[in-house]
């Protein structure tokens, strides 16, 4: 199976800033079929980027993902308090599906 | 999208088994794949299983396969998640979760979920 590793394990910032996310496969993704959630206490995850770079319905355009291959990344700029919560990617292109562990981004 | 609501909380002893299901409404459910992912108390998301309604295929983790079974009532658009020989480990809450069928057309594999369910929390404990 793919191997997600995400990086860092938790980010610390403030408000307004840019927020930079990393997540490597153990095998490229051939069809870029990768995935980024947000979730926050105590709810669901919820999609804001798939296909590496596609944002879903109604997310906002300071979302932003990109990569191929085996690196990935998700930026998320000007910060929001909102947008503090555990960021997860998940890869789709082969089965079975895998997450990465996960990127807590805090409040500094 | 689909808006997906699921059967609520379970209690259950080791060695017994849990039913819990997912029922969909607001858009065309042949459209849609479902998954199921768990996530333990204080841990990441575990992808599980899907199924396509449409066709009645299954997929399944190579870890939960001999003790899961997803089946689909396309008359009542609802999802169910069979998972047998409860442990203790499978403490967890487990969502379900929808995605487009045009997201991954002509592919094997299963499309990311741009709906989850509220989550239902199965406790194993003796």
């Known amino acids: 199976e793919i191997v997600l590793t995400q990086s860092p394990h938790t980010l610390s910032l403030s408000p307004g800033e840019t927020a930079t996310l990393s997540c490597r496969a153990s095998?490229?993704?051939?069809?870029?079929?990768l995935a980024w959630y947000q979730q926050k206490p105590g709810q669901a995850p919820s999609l804001l980027i798939f296909a590496a770079s596609t944002r879903a319905t109604g997310i906002p355009d300071r979302f932003s993902g990109s990569g191929s291959g085996t690196g990935f990344s998700l930026t998320i700029s000007r910060l929001e308090p909102e947008d503090f919560a555990v960021y997860y990617c998940?890869?789709?292109?082969?089965?079975?599906?895998?997450f990465g562990g996960g990127t807590k981004v805090e409040i500094k | 999208q689909l808006h997906l609501v699921q059967s609520g909380p379970e209690v259950k002893n080791p060695g017994s088994s849990v039913k819990v299901s997912c029922k969909a409404s607001g858009n065309t459910f042949s459209d849609y794949i479902i998954t199921w992912v768990r996530q333990a108390p204080g841990q990441g998301l575990e992808w599980m299983a899907g199924i396509v309604p449409i066709f009645d295929t299954t997929k399944y983790a190579q870890k939960f396969q001999d003790r899961v079974t997803l089946t689909a009532d396309k008359s009542t658009a609802t999802v169910y998640l069979d998972l047998r020989s409860l442990r203790s480990d499978d403490t967890a809450f487990y969502f379900c979760a929808s995605g487009p069928r045009r997201w991954v057309f002509g592919s094997t594999t299963l499309p990311p979920a741009d709906s989850w369910g509220q989550g239902t929390m199965v406790t194993v404990s003796s």
């Open positions: 998940q890869q789709y292109d082969t089965l079975p599906l895998t």
């Open positions: 095998q490229s993704l051939t069809s870029s079929f």
